[in-house]
């Protein structure tokens, strides 16, 4: 694979979880939320930030070709004079960790490592789009973040801005923002916009988590119908907190949670495309393709029970 190539890694909470650590960012991780209200929100306390999961259509086009507008909240112009770290996207497939270093590089409470502490160090001073171009030439931040799926075999060069592909049958890529609480306000960081938004003001935590609902809510009523949408929490390891505390049980939930996570970031690294390929030819070889339709119908179908299953548990879980 290219040194410049970026590939696509899943919105998953033992992703992001992994990849912070990987980057020497301490006492950080991602739990998925299932519901957007403030008592989720509570429950994740120290609460950091989110990571907000959208489909990018065509609502987020038209504001993109109206001078770049925002879709809620106002810019906020003079965020380098206040201290605010934010990087733009200028590369493809590097949204997932360009949010993620959006939030935490601005909260002061996180020990970042010397890594990022000397990237933050020299970008400062440096504009939005700079800051994204040093991201994207970041060997550490590139190489962790590729660790997390199979080398890809094509790889997109273009280093100019990145926009969303769409067309006909696919209204758009999945993109990743962040949003937190800086200097008493609730700011939305997106790499695809041309400065920070504010949201309004922000006294807490509390408050915080109070306010964060209604304005998630309310971007999501400009989508319609659209249900692609998912939330990761940023807080505290839950671990560390329960080892301290001597909560035995949640510590034994947490570590069964982590031997999940471990295992399934472990098959992300595989690339089992040519398995796959071979076990379906040898499966359809003696089908007729009423057969074959009728196998894949099948698997389909079962595969979306699983997937019901697995979220009906981490719910119940969860509450």
């Known amino acids: 694979m290219s040194e410049s190539g970026w590939n696509t890694i899943d919105s998953d909470a033992g992703v992001f979880t992994e990849l912070v650590d990987k980057l020497q ?16 929100l509570k429950s994740s306390s120290p609460l950091y930030g989110v990571i907000f999961l959208f489909k990018y259509g065509q609502v987020d086009r038209d504001y993109a070709a109206d001078n770049n507008k925002p879709i809620d909240g106002t810019y906020d112009e003079d965020y380098q004079q206040k201290g605010i770290f934010f990087a733009n996207q200028t590369i493809q497939n590097a949204c997932a960790t360009q949010a993620v270093l959006n939030v935490l590089l601005n909260k002061s409470e996180i020990e970042i490592g010397e890594e990022l502490t000397n990237f933050k160090g020299f970008v400062e001073g440096f504009d939005s789009e700079i800051c994204g171009e040093t991201i994207s030439n970041s060997e550490l931040i590139r190489s962790v973040h ?54 309004g003001e922000c006294k807490s935590n509390e408050e915080f988590c109070q306010k964060l609902p209604e304005i998630l809510m309310r971007r999501i009523s400009k989508y319609g119908d659209e249900l692609r949408f998912s939330l990761l929490a940023i807080s505290n390891d839950k671990l560390r907190q329960y080892q301290e505390i001597g909560d035995v049980a949640m510590m034994h939930s947490e570590m069964m949670k982590r031997e999940t996570w471990k295992r399934e970031n472990e098959l992300r690294r595989h690339d089992f495309v040519g398995l796959m390929v071979e076990l379906l030819k040898n499966i359809g070889k003696d089908l007729s393709d009423d057969e074959y339709e009728d196998i894949i119908k099948q698997a389909r179908h079962k595969g979306q029970l699983k ?13």
């Open 25 to 40: 960012i301490k006492n950080v991780q991602f739990d998925d939320l299932y519901s957007i209200d403030s008592d989720s």
């Open 146 to 199: 590729n660790s997390f799926s199979s080398p890809s075999l094509m790889v997109d060069e273009d280093k100019q801005k990145p926009k969303p592909k769409y067309d006909d049958k696919n209204d758009g890529l999945f993109h990743f923002v962040g949003y937190l609480n800086i200097n008493d306000q609730i700011y939305e960081l997106d790499g695809l916009k041309t400065y920070p938004i504010k949201h």
């Open 307 to 319: 997937l019901l299953q697995n979220f009906t548990q981490n719910h119940v879980a969860n509450n």
